[in-house]
């Protein structure tokens, strides 16, 4: 996803979501994200949790990495690529996206990518709590 400082300098932001527990994982905020950062994210990630079965991502350029692949290998993951079109393959972190664009992307204007940062962390967060809580009541 894309977004805008209030500079008019555009930046990228890179979700990854966990869609068997419902739990978002990451956003990365910069300039531009190339496929090595978004490796090292996933990577990073993975320290943390564990390596998953599958990951499902989109076909953006950011995935198409030799290093992404080696990766993947080593850690016996299976990436999975949903087809272009074909939303209801990627629902959650579709629906996830939506909420993000909604009540951040949309609603604030960023002076700093640090100021950005800072306030995807919090929500990212929050939404973490509130998205639990709401789902075990339900």
Not at 15 to 42: G, K, M, R, T
Not at 50 to 65: C, K, L, S, T
Request: with cysteine.
């Amino acid at each position: 996803m894309y977004g805008a400082l209030f500079c008019a300098r555009l930046f990228r932001t890179f979700n990854v979501v966990d869609d068997f527990n419902y739990e978002a994982l990451s956003i990365e905020n910069n300039l531009n994200l190339p496929a090595s950062q978004v490796v090292a994210v996933l990577c990073r990630i993975a320290e943390n949790h564990v390596y998953p079965a599958m990951i499902r991502m989109d076909y953006g350029q950011e995935f198409f990495d030799p290093t992404r692949t080696e990766c993947a290998e080593k850690h016996v993951v299976k990436l999975e690529i949903t087809q272009s079109g074909k939303l209801a393959q990627n629902a959650f972190i579709e629906s996830f996206n939506r909420t993000y664009r909604t009540k951040i992307l949309g609603f604030c204007l960023f002076r700093t990518l640090d100021e950005k940062r800072e306030l995807a962390a919090n929500w990212l967060s929050e939404y973490n709590s509130e998205r639990h809580i709401n789902h075990l009541t339900i």
